[in-house]
């Protein structure tokens, strides 16, 4: 297969042989577990959930090229184009998912939306940095109700001062987040709107890799 990068690292949401969300995989992992017979395809037609193979989903995706091809991403070969899936179920794998949410810069920035929690402004990822709510010169750590996004401007005003020191309020108080913010992000998108009826918030959550 060929296809440019974007596509291949497109999102494909991962179900186990029970359809229990497991985890958010890139396009050209989906569609090697699907040609392996690993996995199957699931699709969202006429309200009813469709499993496919690849064989079957390379016909379907001739269709889908007819009818509606603004509604997927697609992987270009030599000799056909494949619809990239947007879930796929694991044919052997029963494993419940671990429920964590990992503390990173990815997830701590979706989780702020990008906005510096001290202006409320928003920045792009390369002009926020990490802040510290309880500076660690003062005892504070790392720990997903201790940092928040801030711009350079306001983080160099509060320095290694608390909020209340530096005259300072918080936007939004920083919180644990219950599942991956970025799948948060992901669903404000129509295109993954399938997603929403995998999603159970009281036994899983979403690694993304």
Request: charged share 25%; hydrophobic share 40%; proline share 4%.
């Amino acid at each position: 297969m060929t296809a440019d990068s974007p596509v291949l690292s497109s999102s494909v949401l991962l179900l186990n042989r029970l359809y229990m969300a497991l985890r958010v995989v890139s396009a050209k992992r989906a569609m090697t577990l699907v040609y392996r017979d690993l996995a199957e395809v699931v699709s969202v037609e006429d309200g009813e959930y469709l499993s496919y193979g690849f064989n079957d989903w390379v016909e379907v995706s001739e269709a889908k090229a007819t009818f509606e091809p603004d509604e997927h991403d697609w992987i270009h070969t030599v000799r056909f184009q494949i619809a990239v899936p947007k879930i796929i179920r694991l044919l052997v794998y029963d494993k419940l998912p671990r429920v964590t949410v990992k503390l990173n810069r990815r997830n701590l920035f979706a989780r702020d939306q990008n906005h510096c929690q001290y202006c409320g402004r928003h920045f792009s990822s390369r002009e926020l940095s990490i802040d510290h709510v309880v500076p660690r010169s003062q005892g504070g750590i790392t720990r997903w109700e201790n940092v928040v996004c801030a711009c350079t401007r306001c983080n160099v005003k509060k320095g290694g001062r608390t909020p209340e020191q530096a005259h300072m309020h918080l936007v939004v108080k920083p919180i644990r987040p219950r599942r991956s913010p970025v799948l948060t992000v992901k669903l404000t998108d129509s295109r993954y709107a399938s997603w929403k009826q995998f999603l159970d918030f009281a036994y899983w959550n979403v690694e993304l890799k």
